[in-house]
């Protein structure tokens, strides 16, 4: 296969620098929803105005590039020890450059190995094999303020009486978006796994960042939950940053993974105003970015 | 009236052989070579200084606390869109003389001669402080929500976008004294706009503050319904208000409708439209100069309607100046740091109330009537009623302090008569 | 109301700011993360780690640019420049509370006017600053590149083997905007908001 190490640090620049326009078009909807002379409406002026700088500039648009999650779809026949190898430099090319921050630590020794590489999970790599012959590659940038504002519930949970049903969904992810409060950066995006394992139920949330924010679920059940719980979130009025405001939510996205008779997770993953996003089609001798 | 022809309305700015509508008037005593060396140099010196030390005292020595800027860069000037700053300036001209002689605000205007928002932005913050609050003005969709919040979030004065929210805080007060005649509850009517403008979506996040369900909020403008995916005139101010996936039609759309607003052109709506309207519908039909169906077209089509339309020759006109002179004198008095949603719900619900009061012989006269009561026909103040002064920006300082934005107090009576006295209404 | 505010400061100028008030920092500060204030607390404080004779060297340069001063909580991205002089290209703050263990300690032992960070801080700290008196002042979270901007001058940087993002670093700011969640008089907008959305949760979650 080609060298796709330059649009892999390009896509990596994007991701980081870019804001995608439907996120920054949340955002200046939400600004004309603030107060006048608030600090929620101070909180997303800067917000706005910083997203134009990094575009500008190249820079950043959080300081905390995050665990660079890659989502690889590839047609059979493909060298992948090679693409993972590209891929690695890339980032390795990407850090130096300031695109991202170096970002891997060793649990144990505590130190920094300086070049965002390290062990089998930084970066995350998730591959798919694809039927039709495509070629793409998706990266998440998530912060470590919003990850660690994520949280998983096991139900029924007797604290919040919450049963194994919609209704039970909704509470937890209530509950989650109340125990957040401003600490995962608000005004944040939703994204939420109905079931699978402790692991599984994590990772398809996750991967609900790579939907398109404004596509509903097609189960229109399951889609007119989603908007309610958008709409019940802003209602807690903790708003940008925990200031106090009308947008605390901008977006949810639900999914669903077949579970075990015995289990019940429902998982949810906090998305940061700084939803970073972007994909990578790669064609026969150029490629696209989204 | 005469009508209003070129001829006539190019003489009246020419008019005595003064060009323009506005003058500066000194009201310190420049007579003797004290006065001049108090009011400039050398005396002049230790204000100056005085005001380095403590920017405050600038209300003080400075007529900043009852300075108004009008500012605009001619890129939405009244119907008739982007002719430029300096074409816009008869106009900007107009609204300073109507802050004077409505609130006795001075009042100066500022042509900014750029298309760029950053550079609007970057003017307006610039020389920010000179002033006691701004009046944005004219200035085009949908750079002018971008321009007055990152304006508002720079700057410790009040900054208010007058076509935006101007329009809304009067819809505001129309829209709840209607709803009371007809005894619908804000929270269950469907409102549909026709036109997706400053004024239309100002309103629209106004009305979602004092009660409407996002979702009830309907908006159709020259593209037909603003959908969730549509491509066309979409910005995200707009998009904020997107319903369903599919386009629709204003007659399909309609259907159903408790309150219809019109903020865009002429003629678009028809009797037939109005008829599938539900029981007592609210009608404002507020394009300039033709409404979007005619008063007495929309009156006959629906005679349980309450009506409003943007012109002195019918009842119920929705005329912004009933809000602008009177949140400004009202803003400024308490040096409020902005014009928050405290003080435009408090600005509606003062006109709101105030329609429910006899009127005074003079305002009859005025309009040439014999009675007015709050009902169908009067729904709104009429604009020349000398009352609504007294009764907003009262209401407006008030909220101002009790949201804690004022950065002085006034004991409201005390107010109220320095309001008399300013505005020669004893 | 926004209020410009330059550093070292006086304690009457930090008495007089209030929870929701907007400020714009200028002056010298230094960056502290989790690592430095372990370090700080460790070494100086509860001495659970021997202080080399190079540690004691940081700590006199740090007391005396903290001192009426602030620190930020902040893992900047960092590049140099072509004169060899650090930038920074992102600089936004990282999550306070992780710090709650150490900060009424360090608002001491520097005497510190204040504290810049994201997400607030807790009853131990709330009550340093009253006592100090200091304030918090919250940065807007995932504003790198703006805060970057704000950046003027790096000064200095010191314990580097820390890495890039947990090495303590002296800067020079103009007219960083912050917002004032936790001023010296006992009140906190984290607490208030807690409380506002708790109100909120219980009337839609049975």
């Given at each position: 296969?080609?060298?796709?190490?330059?649009?892999?640090?390009?896509?990596?620049?994007?991701?980081?620098?870019?804001?995608?326009?439907?996120?920054?078009?949340?955002?200046?909807?939400?600004?004309?929803?603030e107060?006048?002379?608030?600090?929620?409406?101070?909180?997303?002026?800067?917000?706005?105005?910083?997203?134009?700088i990094?575009?500008?500039?190249?820079?950043?648009?959080?300081?905390?590039?995050?665990?660079?999650?890659?989502?690889?779809?590839?047609?059979?026949?493909?060298?992948?020890?090679?693409?993972?190898?590209?891929?690695?430099?890339?980032?390795?090319?990407a850090?130096?450059?300031?695109?991202?921050?170096?970002?891997?630590?060793?649990?144990?020794?505590?130190?920094?190995?300086?070049?965002?590489?390290?062990?089998?999970?930084?970066?995350?790599?998730?591959?798919?094999?694809?039927?039709?012959?495509?070629?793409?590659?998706?990266?998440?940038?998530?912060?470590?303020?919003?990850?660690?504002?994520?949280?998983?519930?096991?139900?029924?949970?007797e604290?919040?009486?919450?049963?194994?049903?919609?209704?039970?969904?909704?509470?937890?992810?209530?509950?989650?978006?109340?125990?957040?409060?401003?600490?995962?950066?608000?005004?944040?995006?939703?994204?939420?796994?109905?079931?699978?394992?402790?692991g599984?139920?994590?990772?398809?949330?996750?991967?609900?960042?790579?939907?398109?924010?404004?596509?509903?679920?097609?189960?229109?059940?399951?889609?007119?939950?989603?908007?309610?719980?958008?709409?019940?979130?802003?209602?807690?009025?903790?708003?940008?940053?925990?200031?106090?405001?009308?947008?605390?939510?901008?977006?949810?996205?639900?999914?669903?993974?077949?579970?075990?008779?015995?289990?019940?997770f429902?998982?949810?993953?906090?998305?940061?105003?700084?939803?970073?996003?972007?994909?990578?089609?790669?064609?026969?001798?150029?490629?696209i970015?989204? | 009236?005469?009508?209003?022809t070129?001829?006539?309305?190019?003489?009246?700015?020419?008019?005595?052989?003064?060009?323009?509508?506005?003058?500066?008037?000194?009201?310190?005593?420049?007579?003797?070579?004290?006065?001049?060396?108090?009011?400039?140099?050398?005396?002049?010196?230790?204000?100056?200084?005085?005001i380095e030390?403590?920017?405050?005292?600038?209300?003080?020595?400075?007529?900043?606390?009852?300075?108004?800027?009008?500012?605009?860069?001619?890129?939405?000037?009244l119907?008739?869109?982007?002719?430029g700053?300096?074409?816009?300036?008869?106009?900007?001209?107009?609204?300073?003389?109507?802050?004077?002689?409505?609130?006795?605000?001075?009042?100066?205007?500022?042509?900014?001669?750029?298309?760029d928002?950053?550079?609007?932005?970057?003017?307006?913050?610039?020389?920010?402080?000179?002033?006691?609050?701004?009046?944005?003005?004219?200035?085009?969709?949908?750079?002018?929500?971008?321009?007055?919040?990152?304006?508002?979030?720079?700057?410790?004065?009040?900054?208010?976008h007058?076509?935006?929210?101007?329009?809304?805080?009067?819809?505001?007060?129309?829209?709840?004294?209607?709803?009371?005649?007809?005894?619908?509850?804000?929270?269950?009517?469907?409102?549909?706009?026709?036109?997706?403008?400053?004024?239309?979506?100002?309103?629209?996040?106004?009305?979602?503050?004092?009660?409407?369900?996002?979702?009830?909020?309907?908006?159709?403008?020259?593209?037909?319904?603003?959908?969730?995916?549509?491509?066309?005139?979409?910005?995200?101010?707009?998009?904020?208000?997107?319903?369903?996936d599919?386009?629709?039609?204003?007659?399909?759309?309609?259907?159903?409708?408790?309150?219809?607003?019109?903020?865009?052109?002429a003629?678009i709506?028809?009797?037939?439209?109005l008829?599938?309207?539900?029981?007592?519908?609210?009608?404002?039909?507020?394009?300039?100069?033709?409404?979007?169906?005619?008063?007495?077209?929309?009156?006959?089509?629906?005679?349980?309607?309450?009506?409003?339309?943007?012109?002195?020759?019918?009842?119920?006109?929705?005329?912004?100046?009933?809000?602008?002179?009177?949140?400004?004198?009202?803003?400024?008095?308490?040096?409020?740091?902005?014009?928050?949603?405290?003080?435009?719900?408090?600005a509606?619900?003062?006109?709101?109330?105030?329609?429910?009061?006899?009127v005074?012989?003079?305002?009859?006269?005025?309009?040439?009537?014999?009675?007015?009561e709050?009902?169908?026909?009067?729904?709104?103040?009429?604009?020349?009623?000398?009352?609504?002064?007294?009764?907003?920006?009262?209401?407006?300082?008030?909220?101002?302090?009790?949201?804690?934005?004022?950065?002085?107090?006034?004991?409201?009576?005390?107010y109220?008569?320095?309001?008399?006295?300013?505005?020669?209404?004893? | 109301?926004?209020?410009?505010?330059t550093?070292?400061?006086?304690?009457?100028?930090?008495?007089?700011?209030?929870?929701?008030?907007?400020?714009?920092?200028?002056?010298?500060?230094?960056?502290?993360?989790?690592?430095a204030?372990?370090?700080?607390?460790?070494?100086?404080?509860?001495?659970?780690?021997?202080?080399?004779?190079?540690?004691?060297?940081?700590?006199d340069?740090?007391?005396?640019?903290?001192?009426?001063?602030?620190?930020?909580?902040?893992?900047?991205v960092?590049?140099?420049?072509?004169?060899?002089?650090?930038?920074?290209?992102?600089?936004?703050?990282?999550?306070s509370?992780?710090?709650?263990?150490y900060?009424?300690?360090?608002?001491?032992?520097?005497?510190?006017?204040?504290?810049?960070?994201?997400?607030?801080?807790?009853a131990?700290?709330?009550?340093?600053?009253?006592?100090a008196?200091?304030?918090?002042?919250?940065?807007?979270?995932?504003?790198?590149?703006l805060?970057?901007?704000?950046?003027?001058?790096?000064?200095?940087?010191?314990k580097?083997?820390?890495?890039?993002?947990?090495?303590?670093?002296?800067?020079?700011?103009?007219?960083?905007?912050v917002?004032?969640?936790?001023?010296?008089n006992?009140?906190?907008?984290?607490?208030?908001?807690?409380?506002?959305?708790?109100?909120?949760?219980?009337?839609?979650?049975?």
């Amino acid at each position: 296969m080609r060298d796709l190490t330059q649009d892999l640090v390009e896509l990596i620049r994007l991701t980081a620098c870019d804001l995608p326009l439907p996120v920054e078009a949340r955002l200046r909807a939400a600004l004309q929803n603030e107060e006048p002379g608030s600090a929620a409406q101070t909180a997303l002026a800067a917000i706005l105005k910083n997203i134009k700088i990094s575009r500008q500039n190249s820079t950043p648009i959080c300081q905390d590039t995050g665990t660079p999650a890659f989502y690889i779809k590839y047609p059979a026949g493909l060298d992948i020890q090679e693409l993972k190898k590209q891929i690695l430099s890339a980032v390795e090319n990407a850090t130096q450059c300031a695109y991202l921050r170096p970002n891997a630590v060793d649990p144990l020794s505590g130190i920094n190995s300086g070049n965002n590489l390290g062990g089998d999970f930084f970066p995350d790599l998730h591959f798919q094999i694809s039927e039709q012959g495509d070629f793409s590659i998706d990266l998440l940038l998530k912060g470590g303020g919003c990850e660690n504002v994520g949280r998983q519930y096991s139900l029924p949970d007797e604290t919040l009486s919450a049963n194994r049903d919609l209704e039970g969904v909704r509470q937890c992810v209530l509950d989650a978006v109340y125990q957040a409060q401003g600490f995962g950066c608000a005004p944040g995006f939703l994204g939420i796994a109905i079931g699978g394992d402790r692991g599984t139920s994590y990772l398809a949330a996750k991967e609900t960042f790579l939907q398109d924010p404004n596509i509903h679920h097609s189960d229109q059940k399951i889609a007119a939950l989603e908007e309610r719980i958008t709409s019940e979130a802003n209602e807690l009025g903790i708003g940008p940053m925990g200031f106090g405001g009308r947008s605390t939510v901008l977006g949810t996205q639900i999914t669903s993974a077949y579970r075990l008779p015995a289990s019940y997770f429902v998982s949810i993953s906090y998305m940061c105003w700084a939803y970073r996003h972007r994909k990578m089609t790669v064609l026969e001798d150029h490629v696209i970015y989204e | 009236m005469s009508p209003i022809t070129k001829e006539a309305a190019l003489e009246y700015h020419k008019l005595n052989g003064l060009p323009g509508k506005i003058s500066v008037t000194p009201t310190k005593p420049l007579d003797t070579q004290q006065d001049l060396g108090l009011a400039y140099t050398p005396g002049v010196a230790y204000p100056v200084l005085e005001i380095e030390k403590d920017p405050n005292l600038a209300y003080e020595y400075t007529d900043k606390g009852n300075l108004v800027a009008v500012i605009t860069n001619g890129t939405a000037i009244l119907g008739l869109g982007d002719r430029g700053a300096l074409a816009s300036k008869p106009v900007m001209e107009g609204k300073s003389v109507l802050f004077k002689k409505f609130a006795d605000l001075d009042s100066i205007d500022i042509e900014v001669n750029t298309h760029d928002p950053e550079k609007v932005i970057a003017v307006v913050e610039a020389i920010g402080s000179s002033f006691g609050g701004i009046n944005l003005e004219d200035i085009k969709s949908p750079e002018c929500f971008y321009i007055e919040k990152i304006l508002q979030s720079k700057l410790d004065i009040p900054v208010f976008h007058d076509d935006q929210h101007g329009t809304a805080i009067i819809l505001g007060a129309a829209l709840l004294n209607a709803l009371e005649i007809s005894g619908k509850k804000i929270d269950q009517i469907k409102i549909v706009f026709s036109g997706a403008g400053a004024a239309a979506l100002a309103s629209a996040y106004h009305f979602v503050k004092i009660g409407v369900p996002r979702e009830n909020i309907w908006m159709c403008d020259i593209k037909g319904l603003v959908y969730h995916g549509r491509k066309e005139e979409m910005f995200p101010e707009k998009e904020f208000f997107a319903q369903g996936d599919r386009p629709a039609t204003l007659t399909e759309v309609i259907d159903g409708a408790d309150v219809f607003i019109g903020l865009s052109v002429a003629n678009i709506v028809t009797p037939e439209m109005l008829k599938r309207m539900g029981a007592s519908p609210v009608i404002f039909p507020m394009a300039n100069p033709d409404p979007e169906i005619k008063f007495d077209l929309a009156r006959e089509a629906r005679p349980d309607a309450m009506i409003g339309t943007g012109r002195s020759d019918f009842p119920n006109q929705i005329n912004n100046l009933l809000g602008f002179p009177f949140i400004f004198r009202g803003a400024l008095d308490v040096r409020a740091s902005a014009i928050n949603d405290e003080m435009k719900i408090a600005a509606s619900n003062a006109l709101s109330k105030l329609t429910k009061e006899p009127v005074p012989q003079d305002v009859l006269k005025a309009y040439g009537l014999e009675h007015l009561e709050f009902g169908r026909d009067y729904i709104v103040p009429k604009p020349l009623d000398r009352r609504v002064c007294l009764w907003e920006a009262p209401a407006v300082a008030q909220a101002a302090m009790e949201s804690g934005v004022a950065r002085i107090q006034v004991d409201l009576e005390d107010y109220r008569d320095q309001l008399k006295k300013r505005l020669n209404l004893e | 109301m926004i209020k410009h505010l330059t550093l070292p400061i006086e304690k009457e100028e930090i008495r007089k700011l209030t929870v929701g008030d907007t400020v714009l920092l200028s002056g010298v500060i230094l960056t502290a993360r989790d690592m430095a204030h372990k370090w700080l607390v460790d070494t100086f404080i509860t001495k659970t780690s021997p202080a080399s004779k190079e540690d004691i060297q940081i700590k006199d340069r740090i007391i005396a640019i903290a001192a009426k001063s602030l620190i930020y909580h902040c893992g900047p991205v960092v590049t140099k420049k072509a004169d060899g002089k650090y930038q920074f290209t992102a600089a936004g703050p990282t999550t306070s509370l992780r710090e709650e263990p150490y900060e009424a300690e360090v608002i001491e032992f520097l005497d510190l006017r204040g504290v810049i960070g994201k997400g607030g801080m807790g009853a131990r700290t709330l009550n340093a600053c009253q006592a100090a008196p200091a304030v918090y002042f919250h940065a807007v979270g995932g504003a790198a590149s703006l805060i970057a901007q704000c950046v003027t001058e790096v000064l200095d940087v010191y314990k580097l083997e820390f890495g890039i993002p947990e090495a303590i670093w002296t800067i020079r700011v103009k007219d960083l905007p912050v917002i004032v969640t936790m001023d010296s008089n006992g009140q906190s907008l984290h607490s208030q908001i807690r409380e506002t959305s708790h109100s909120a949760l219980k009337k839609l979650i049975r």
